[in-house]
């Protein structure tokens, strides 16, 4: 059985691991190029799994759409799929990490 980080580095993540304490930050790009983070307390599947399925496509494109570079490079229709899109994928990770 595979461990967390070669499941999430295998699928393109990178794992950042805190030297002081269980936590870690899990940072990948969109099929668009919007770099994404998630840090998680403690780096356990529970936590991750958790983590993943706190997106929010709404809220990211709130967030993301107060940068006037982001307006320029992404329309909301495109901002919509990217993150539609990058949701899926984390589905698919949760049901992944969960094996």
């Known amino acids: 059985m595979k461990?967390?980080?070669d499941i999430l580095e295998d699928n393109g993540f990178?794992?950042?691991?805190s030297e002081y304490d269980n936590g870690a930050e899990?940072?990948?790009y969109t099929d668009g190029g919007v770099d994404m983070w998630f840090c998680v307390e403690n780096f356990t599947k529970?936590?991750?799994i958790q983590a993943f399925n706190s997106?929010?496509?709404d809220a990211e494109i709130d967030?993301?759409?107060q940068s006037e570079l982001y307006k320029k490079d992404f329309t909301i229709t495109e901002s919509v799929?990217?993150?539609t899109k990058f949701n899926n994928f984390l589905k698919k990770m949760q049901?992944?990490?969960k094996k």
Do not use: A, S
């Open 3 to 5: 461990n967390l980080i």
């Open 14 to 17: 990178n794992v950042h691991l």
């Open 26 to 28: 899990i940072q990948i």
């Open 46 to 48: 529970e936590e991750v």
């Open 55 to 57: 997106f929010n496509i």
């Open 63 to 65: 967030i993301h759409r």
């Open 81 to 83: 799929k990217d993150f």
């Open 95 to 97: 049901k992944l990490i």
